[in-house]
Structures are given as C-alpha cells and as structure tokens.
C-alpha cells in the first residue's frame, strides 16, 4: 500500500506530490487528510496525505512513512482538494501550498488534533450576492440570515483585509457570544486553539484576515469579505499568492456556502460578475451622486496666491475652523512621519535605504529615518554624505508635521492624532478622541472614528494616489473618498487635480463610474477583460536581471495568445542586494496558468504573482 504525500515545506513551485510506503503496523490507521511524519532530503518533516493507492510507478521502492502524526483526517476533503486547486492555479508547490493550510504547532499538539467530519455532497452553493453599502448597511441586509444560521450551529465567515477594521464591523460580531478571531501573525497556541474550534464546529462566527478563508471548516454557510476590492485580500509573500475573494468563491463551491462581497465602491472584475449573472447585486445606498457636498480646494492656486509653499493652505486652515464650530473635523492625510523624505539643498542627495534603495522616510518623535519596505532604522544625518554640506530640507509633509502645523495656526481647537505609531485603543486614547474637534490620522484612523459626530472631511494629499501608473488607482481612491462622504458628510478636498475623473464621478453616479471604468480597461486591455501574470525575474546583477528579463519576453512572444509587456523595475527594484524586473502577460479570461512552458522558461528562484495587485 503507498501514500501520495505532500510535504509541509517551502519548496519550488515545480514539486507536487511524492509517494511513501506504508508500513504494515501503519496500514490500517492512515487516512486521506491524515498528517503523518516522511524522511524528505534526510530530514523528518510533517506531510500530508493525499491520496492511497495500491501500486507506485517509481522504479525503486519509495521511502516508507516514520509514523502517525494525528489521530485522524486533519484537514477536510474540501481543503485536500482546495490546497491542490490553489497549487495549480497560482502556480506553487502542493507542499508548500499545504504548509499555508496547517498550524504551526508542536508534534504533541498535533495528536491532540480533533478529526474532522467528512462531508455528505452539498448542493452547488446559492448565488452569490454583492452589497455596494457601508457595514451598517450590510448587517441590516444580513441581519435575520446570521442570526438564524448561527441558532442553527452553522459557520459564518467574516473576511477582513486588515484587522484594525474589525471595529467596523462590531455590531455584526455582537451576533455571537464568542466570535472566533484567526489570522497568520497570532501567536501559534492562540491559532491552533482557533483552528480547533473551527474544525470541531464550536466556532460559529469566524473573524479572520485572508488565511482565515484555509481553516477546517464543519458546517460553513456564508462567507463575507468585506471591502472586497482591498488590496490586502491578495497574498504577496511568501507563496502561494492568492486572493481571499477569488478562493472564497470556490470554497463555496465546495461547501455549499454563500458568498456576499461587500464594498463602499465593489471593483470592476466583482461587478462584471454581476453582468454576466454570476452574482445578484445590491445598492444599499440611496439613489443620486455619490457626494452632493464635495468642495474642491485648488493647491495651486493656493500656493500662487500665498506665493510660497505652505504645508497646509490657508483656505484649508480656514475650513477645519468653519466646521469644527458645530462638530468634530476628520483631516486625513495617509502619510506617516514628519516628512516623506529628506534631501541635501546643496547637491540634491536624497537619502535611501541601503537595502532597497526606497526613499526613507524622516521621522521627529523620535528622530530617525525609517525604511517601510525594509521595516528598519537609521540615525538621523549630520551632513550628506556626497557633499558633506549640512543644508538638509524635507520632502512632503507626513501627519507628524500636519499635527504641529494645525496645532500652531489653530492653537484654540483640542487636536489628536491617529496612525499606526500612536495608541487609539486605550480608554485614555478613547477619552481623548471623544473630547478633540479635529482628528488628524491615517488610514488606520477610519476603525477608531466617531463617525456619527464627524460633520467634514478633509483630504490631504490625495494627488498620489491618483498619479501611480496602476490600472486600480481610481477605483481605490473612489472607494476611500466614498466612505468619507457616507452619512451626508461634507467633503472637503484639496488638490492640484481639480478636473480629475474621480472627482467628477463624486458628483454622479457609482454605475457611470463603473461603465466609464470598463470601457478604459477594455481600450487598455486590462481585466476583467484578461487574465494578468507576473513573472518578476530576479538576480544580484541589474544588467543580468534585465537581460533575463527581455530573454523572457521574446520566449513568450512566440507564444499563442499571450501579450507580453517589456520588463519594468518592481518597486521596489534593488532590495536585500536583490535587482528584480516584472514582465507582465496579459492572457485570455479563464486561462489556466498551467498550460504554458513554467518548467523550461522560469527557473525557481524567481517569482510568479498570477492575477496582481500592482503591475510595479
């Protein structure tokens, strides 16, 4: 008798499955799903069964398994074949596809393991539904089906990009006694008592981030992944790089659950299913423009008449004074530190990482530049370096210095600041949130609001956004200015973009936007009306990584049905002593990325990203 095991290791995404004997004193206790222990490359590493089968065709007698890790199936049927449809489909290995899927805990914690119940067939999962709403909107809709599944012991999934916005989505978690919190970073005894209550079924109301959407589930009925058009759903590093709303939908398909995206602003590819009567759609918000209070602030006509430049204008000034006299003011401004970079007003040095060469990032409290890419820090310079001279000037301004700006030119109003380097969960910081008229913050702010008291928004440093050459930045700066402007709230916004196309679809409505949207990506070929791969070639010598890279291209050029882009520096392009280039292909929608020559044209160690967030 052998075993089609899998691995649980990081291996080359051209390894799948290998075959192990089963000894005779094993024979009658090994299952599909069963983690067992394998001698792989001399060493002793937990593996997955897969498959048994009577024969092997290799020529000599494979390698037999050490011993029984669990007591039963430890994973379910549909994970087995969930974890093979991902390996194939975003191009890793099935091993270290099935590492994503497991616990990381001790060997005595593994025999500790609750079998899992294996399935009857499931009727095709129901229709999957689309809420454009913000989360109060969405729980209304739902309300009645979750609290009825979850009196009923069934499973329902709550996916979130990040989980700093489980706050707003708390009144929805208020439905269970005891929601279930799952993600990658928890520590591993808090996961795999999570990952246990999943399997066993005690857990009815699930919150996780995207490898929540892996977990052993028992009776799964609904699946919610909020703000589906988040950039956070898509894994990045390490491999596999999937999507949390892409798998949700064939995990539904395998266990009969529904699938509800949510979004302020859902995406072209999720709305194109809605087209095509692959989803039910639903506009939970009221008919009209998406923001009849918008007021745009022209920077540079600001800036002429000031004749100097400030790093917050005195219309804006003006406005956060006017509004906050009857309500709190939300300045949102999604740049962390006291500046985006540094530089020499002498030579014109600008100061990088020595890792990545990403620009750093200077900070005043405590001084230091810091790199956000590499996550590490450096003392702050006397001189440059290439001059010597000791003329430093900062860069664009970081909440740091909005902070103090406003604090000095409105001295009367309580300010407080929110992003990721500053407490906001504490009683204290609550207090003072409650108290303050205008809250300055970041992105990690919108969880932490008192939304029903802000009156106004201001949006600061919205140009970058809109600038980046990516095919998804209208549509996300669309979603973020919505939000902003849900609930009848002014918006007020500067920039040096006043006829932008995103501002103009604020004062329309969401389905010209989205058909204006479609056409552009159609004209650019861009999905959903293809399917778009990633090949980032990577090495130690730029020259060589760029000349692989255009190798690459010319491979696939003779290849049918296949567009393919000349080599772009990622971003960034030189990190850990690594220069990497991205050649981007454009396939037919529905290609499997199987079906083209991997094996003979990418070698191992450089990158493969199937359906990307970024093109850079």
Same mark, same amino acid.
């Given at each position: 008798?052998?075993?089609?095991?899998?691995?649980?290791?990081?291996?080359?995404?051209?390894?799948?499955?290998?075959?192990?004997?089963? +000894?005779?004193?094993?024979?009658?206790?090994?299952?599909?799903?069963?983690?067992?222990?394998?001698?792989?490359?001399?060493?002793?590493?937990?593996?997955?069964?897969?498959?048994?089968?009577?024969?092997?065709?290799?020529?000599?007698?494979?390698?037999?398994?050490?011993?029984?890790?669990?007591?039963?199936?430890?994973?379910?049927?549909?994970?087995?074949?969930?974890?093979?449809?991902?390996?194939?489909?975003?191009?890793?290995?099935?091993?270290?596809?099935?590492?994503?899927?497991?616990?990381?805990?001790?060997?005595?914690?593994?025999?500790?393991?609750?079998?899992?119940?294996?399935?009857?067939?499931?009727?095709?999962?129901?229709?999957?539904?689309?809420?454009?709403?913000?989360?109060?909107?969405?729980?209304?809709?739902?309300?009645?089906?979750?609290?009825?599944?979850?009196?009923?012991?069934?499973?329902?999934?709550?996916?979130?990009?990040?989980?700093?916005?489980?706050?707003?989505?708390?009144?929805?978690?208020?439905?269970?006694?005891?929601?279930?919190?799952?993600?990658?970073?928890?520590?591993?005894?808090?996961?795999?008592?999570?990952?246990?209550?999943?399997?066993?079924?005690?857990?009815?109301?699930?919150?996780?981030?995207?490898?929540?959407?892996?977990?052993?589930?028992?009776?799964?009925?609904?699946?919610?992944?909020?703000?589906?058009?988040?950039?956070?759903?898509?894994?990045?590093?390490?491999?596999?790089?999937?999507?949390?709303?892409?798998?949700?939908?064939?995990?539904?398909?395998?266990?009969?659950?529904?699938?509800?995206?949510?979004?302020?602003?859902?995406?072209?590819?999720?709305?194109?299913?809605?087209?095509?009567?692959?989803?039910?759609?639903?506009?939970?918000?009221?008919?009209?423009?998406?923001?009849?209070?918008?007021?745009?602030? !022209?920077?540079?006509?600001?800036?002429?008449? /000031?004749?100097?430049?400030?790093?917050?204008?005195?219309?804006?000034?003006?406005?956060?004074?006017?509004? /906050?006299?009857?309500?709190?003011?939300?300045?949102?401004?999604?740049?962390?530190?006291?500046?985006?970079?540094?530089?020499?007003?002498?030579?014109?040095?600008?100061?990088?990482?020595?890792?990545?060469?990403?620009?750093?990032?200077?900070?005043?409290?405590?001084?230091?530049?810091?790199?956000?890419?590499?996550?590490?820090?450096?003392?702050?310079?006397?001189?440059?370096?290439?001059?010597?001279?000791?003329?430093?000037?900062?860069?664009?301004?970081?909440?740091?210095?909005?902070?103090? &700006?406003?604090?000095?030119?409105?001295?009367?109003?309580?300010?407080?600041?929110?992003?990721?380097?500053? !407490?906001?969960?504490?009683?204290?910081?609550?207090?003072?949130?409650?108290?303050?008229?205008?809250?300055?913050?970041?992105?990690?702010?919108?969880?932490?609001?008192?939304?029903? &008291?802000?009156?106004?928004?201001?949006?600061?440093?919205?140009?970058? /956004?809109?600038?980046? +050459?990516?095919?998804?930045?209208?549509?996300?700066?669309?979603?973020?200015?919505?939000?902003?402007?849900?609930? &009848?709230?002014?918006?007020?916004?500067?920039?040096?973009?006043?006829?932008?196309?995103?501002?103009?679809?604020?004062?329309?409505?969401?389905?010209?936007?989205?058909?204006?949207?479609?056409?552009?990506?159609?004209?650019?070929?861009?999905?959903?009306?293809?399917?778009?791969?990633?090949?980032?070639?990577?090495?130690?010598?730029?020259?060589?990584?760029?000349?692989?890279?255009?190798?690459?291209?010319?491979?696939?050029?003779?290849?049918?049905?296949?567009?393919?882009?000349?080599?772009?520096?990622?971003?960034? &392009?030189?990190?850990?002593?690594?220069?990497?280039?991205?050649?981007?292909?454009?396939?037919?929608?529905?290609?499997?990325?199987?079906?083209?020559?991997?094996?003979?044209?990418?070698?191992?160690?450089?990158?493969?990203?199937?359906? +990307?967030?970024?093109?850079?």
């Amino acid at each position: 008798m052998y075993a089609e095991v899998a691995p649980c290791l990081r291996l080359p995404y051209t390894f799948g499955i290998f075959d192990y004997s089963i +000894p005779e004193a094993l024979a009658s206790g090994i299952s599909h799903g069963q983690i067992v222990e394998v001698t792989f490359r001399g060493r002793r590493i937990p593996g997955v069964v897969m498959r048994l089968k009577e024969t092997t065709e290799l020529k000599r007698l494979p390698l037999p398994i050490k011993r029984v890790l669990s007591p039963g199936a430890a994973l379910t049927p549909e994970q087995l074949t969930l974890a093979e449809y991902i390996s194939t489909e975003y191009c890793a290995a099935l091993g270290t596809t099935m590492n994503s899927f497991l616990p990381h805990t001790t060997v005595g914690e593994l025999k500790t393991l609750p079998e899992v119940a294996v399935k009857k067939a499931v009727a095709s999962a129901p229709q999957s539904l689309v809420l454009r709403g913000m989360p109060e909107m969405v729980l209304q809709y739902l309300e009645k089906d979750i609290r009825d599944m979850i009196q009923n012991g069934r499973q329902v999934l709550l996916l979130l990009p990040e989980l700093w916005q489980d706050g707003m989505w708390k009144d929805l978690l208020r439905l269970s006694d005891s929601p279930v919190r799952i993600f990658s970073t928890q520590k591993p005894a808090d996961f795999f008592a999570s990952w246990r209550a999943i399997a066993s079924g005690k857990a009815t109301m699930i919150l996780g981030t995207r490898s929540a959407i892996l977990s052993p589930f028992r009776d799964l009925s609904m699946i919610i992944v909020a703000d589906e058009g988040n950039e956070n759903h898509k894994q990045i590093e390490p491999s596999p790089r999937y999507h949390a709303r892409d798998l949700a939908f064939k995990v539904a398909g395998l266990t009969g659950a529904r699938v509800i995206c949510t979004s302020i602003a859902p995406c072209p590819e999720t709305m194109q299913r809605t087209r095509l009567g692959q989803a039910e759609y639903h506009d939970l918000f009221p008919a009209g423009p998406l923001n009849a209070r918008l007021t745009i602030i !022209d920077r540079e006509s600001e800036r002429r008449r /000031a004749n100097e430049w400030r790093p917050i204008s005195e219309a804006v000034i003006d406005s956060i004074a006017d509004r /906050a006299k009857t309500g709190k003011v939300f300045v949102f401004l999604n740049k962390l530190g006291f500046a985006k970079s540094l530089s020499c007003r002498d030579c014109r040095y600008l100061f990088v990482c020595p890792q990545c060469a990403s620009v750093l990032t200077y900070h005043k409290d405590p001084v230091s530049l810091f790199c956000y890419h590499c996550q590490e820090s450096s003392p702050y310079p006397l001189a440059c370096p290439k001059c010597s001279g000791a003329r430093l000037g900062f860069g664009a301004a970081g909440v740091e210095r909005l902070e103090e &700006e406003i604090s000095r030119l409105l001295p009367n109003l309580s300010l407080v600041r929110i992003d990721s380097l500053t !407490d906001s969960s504490s009683p204290e910081a609550r207090e003072k949130i409650q108290q303050s008229r205008v809250i300055l913050g970041t992105k990690r702010a919108l969880s932490s609001l008192p939304w029903e &008291e802000v009156r106004a928004v201001v949006v600061l440093g919205i140009d970058n /956004a809109l600038r980046i +050459p990516e095919f998804r930045a209208h549509e996300r700066s669309l979603a973020l200015l919505t939000l902003f402007s849900a609930g &009848e709230r002014e918006l007020i916004i500067e920039t040096s973009l006043p006829d932008h196309s995103v501002f103009r679809a604020l004062c329309g409505s969401f389905e010209d936007w989205l058909n204006h949207e479609l056409e552009e990506r159609k004209a650019w070929n861009y999905p959903p009306y293809v399917r778009l791969m990633k090949i980032i070639v990577q090495d130690r010598v730029r020259v060589k990584a760029f000349k692989d890279a255009e190798s690459l291209v010319a491979k696939f050029k003779n290849h049918g049905g296949v567009s393919v882009s000349t080599p772009m520096p990622q971003s960034p &392009e030189y990190q850990w002593g690594i220069y990497r280039f991205g050649v981007l292909l454009r396939l037919p929608p529905g290609t499997s990325p199987r079906s083209l020559p991997f094996s003979r044209l990418v070698p191992d160690e450089w990158l493969i990203d199937i359906d +990307p967030e970024s093109i850079a």
